[in-house]
């Protein structure tokens, strides 16, 4: 399976986060500011990644990757998402990038994967990525979970294999 694994990050933290990802599913990687639908077509699983920002809000790289996402025909593509966030800090925005990529991403007609993640051992208080008391991608925590983040990896990329 062909895969890709583009983000968006300022700091570094979800840039990591995508390398450690493309790298267990032996995986492209770009920047989420070259995202085009022509490109994405090249690929079987895109695996779409963010940090959360502000008070819930896209990494910038995202601000005109979304539109060109939300507008693509992925039918017949998988497409998962990740990110991370500050579940202290932002209790109630915590990951909600990826919460807005996934709706993005909905209406592809692609079939969306690696979700249905357990909120269980998380702390906070409010997520746009939580769906039906669940995480729609793999949520993490850089700044207050960072020794759960290679296990969460792990165990996330296997449910996309």
């Given at each position: 399976?062909?895969?890709?694994?583009?983000?968006?990050?300022?700091?570094?933290?979800?840039?990591?986060?995508?390398?450690?990802?493309?790298?267990?599913?032996?995986?492209?990687?770009?920047?989420?500011?070259e995202l085009s639908d022509a490109d994405m077509q090249a690929y079987?699983?895109?695996?779409?990644?963010?940090?959360?920002?502000?008070?819930?809000?896209?990494?910038?790289?995202?601000?005109?990757?979304?539109?060109?996402?939300?507008?693509?025909?992925?039918?017949?593509?998988?497409?998962?998402?990740?990110?991370?966030?500050?579940?202290?800090?932002?209790?109630?925005?915590?990951?909600?990038?990826?919460?807005l990529i996934y709706d993005a991403a909905s209406t592809t007609g692609?079939?969306?994967?690696?979700?249905?993640?357990?909120?269980?051992?998380?702390?906070?208080?409010?997520?746009?990525?939580?769906?039906?008391?669940?995480?729609?991608?793999?949520?993490?925590?850089?700044?207050?979970?960072?020794?759960?983040?290679?296990?969460?990896?792990?165990?996330?990329?296997?449910?996309?294999?």
């Open positions: 399976m062909k895969t890709v694994v583009y983000f968006g990050s300022t700091t570094g933290d979800c840039e990591r986060i995508a390398k450690s990802i493309a790298s267990k599913l032996n995986a492209d990687i770009h920047n989420v500011s079987d699983l895109i695996v779409l990644g963010s940090s959360t920002w502000g008070y819930g809000d896209l990494q910038d790289d995202w601000e005109g990757a979304i539109s060109t996402l939300s507008s693509a025909n992925l039918a017949g593509k998988k497409v998962a998402v990740f990110g991370c966030g500050d579940s202290a800090s932002y209790s109630d925005t915590y990951c909600n990038a990826i919460g692609a079939t969306m994967v690696g979700g249905g993640l357990s909120t269980d051992s998380y702390e906070f208080s409010d997520s746009a990525a939580v769906r039906d008391n669940a995480f729609v991608g793999l949520a993490l925590d850089e700044v207050n979970q960072p020794e759960l983040t290679d296990s969460r990896i792990d165990a996330w990329v296997k449910t996309l294999l």
